[in-house]
DNA sequence: TCATAATTGTTATACGCCATATCAAATAGC
DNA sequence: GCTATTTGATATGGCGTATAACAATTATGA
């Protein structure tokens, strides 16, 4: 549910910005140590908040590990919960489909969906059409699992996302990474 | 942790590129393989697109990819373009520091410090303070490189980034990104 | 002062993710 | 039918990341 949001400044399509495009370099920096000694001063990261993929870097490391936290319960990493909502929307596929379409080298997905068989999560079958390939589907351990997983990421996960960024920037956000994911 | 490389190209092919400002879920998908099967139709990718971390981490990749694309001339990974940013904006720092303030354990900062010393684009000096620790200087090719790596980042990579985004849209994410980056 | 603790750079090591080559079984194409 | 392709799988290597441990050096406190 959307949370309170404080600046909520960026509207949903044009993104306007606030305060008037600042051109001047803030010194932004950061404490190396306890701000005791002299020498710990602070670093200038110099340009490096003006470079998109450093920012989205350390941004995505946070996202992930707030994912892990909130998901904890059911222990799902993002890659496992992704394979679980694809399997969930789309049973009877094989393992090249799924590996594909997420974007994971067919032979990187057999260990994957190996733990997550092992865990009684989905199951791999002989397709009776083409015996080469496994047809791939949900359990019902793992249709529960796959429900505790996206209420966790939606009341915890995404809540606090929301959170943060407010749900006007949150929406504009994903519009964004979708568009660079997609066009770039 | 700020940047990582890796040289990987996904294979995968976007399909509905669909009307975004969309408030339903419009079925986004992916086709598989060729369209001719009745069974590579596309897969439906579900709330995948509303997980933002999903398209983030997509986003990310798409973005290193270009930056290496970029820069590729002065042959300079991101982690390693940022490293000497921060070495240039605070020369006479040692390792620790500088390792972390990019997120960088020391033990894993050695081996990258080699690499550009041995390119003898900066240099290890033991202070004569403190003989534990080690002076870090760019040389002159060091900035030279920089430099020229500097004006392909802004020339090149992130004049793509504000193609693709728009300059006001780009400076919103910009901020958006620190923010998660900060407060998450 | 002197023994102990802490710090710095470093090595070794292990884990996870990603990428390539290759293989046997099965299927598709001709 | 013979060849080429596809599917799942194995092996392997590279890269990023994480921890433990070590020698040299410095800081700290009794």
Redesign the pocket.
């Known amino acids: 549910m959307p949370v309170s949001n404080k600046t909520d400044i960026v509207a949903e399509s044009v993104v306007g910005k606030g305060p008037r495009r600042l051109r001047k370099k803030a010194a932004a920096s950061v404490v190396v140590s306890d701000p005791s000694g002299p020498s710990s001063v602070a670093l200038d990261l110099g340009e490096l908040n003006e470079l998109l993929g450093y920012s989205l870097k350390r941004a995505q490391l946070r996202i992930f590990e707030d994912f892990l936290r909130c998901v904890a319960p059911v222990k799902l ?1 993002p ?1 496992q919960f992704s394979v679980l909502l694809l399997l969930d929307r789309n049973p009877g596929r ?3 489909e799924i590996a594909m379409t997420l974007g ?5 997905f ?1 260990a994957m ?1 190996d733990a997550l068989e092992n865990r009684g999560l989905c199951t ?1 079958q002989r397709s009776p ?6 047809v791939l589907m949900l359990t019902d351990k793992g249709r529960t699992t796959l429900a505790k997983a996206k209420k966790l990421v939606a009341d915890k996960h995404e809540a606090r996302l929301i959170d943060v960024l407010g749900p006007r920037q949150h929406r504009a956000m994903l519009e964004m990474v979708a568009k660079l994911a997609k066009e770039l």
């Open positions: 990493t890659a094989n393992q090249t994971i080298l067919r032979p990187n057999v969906l791999r059409n083409d015996r080469r390939s496994h």
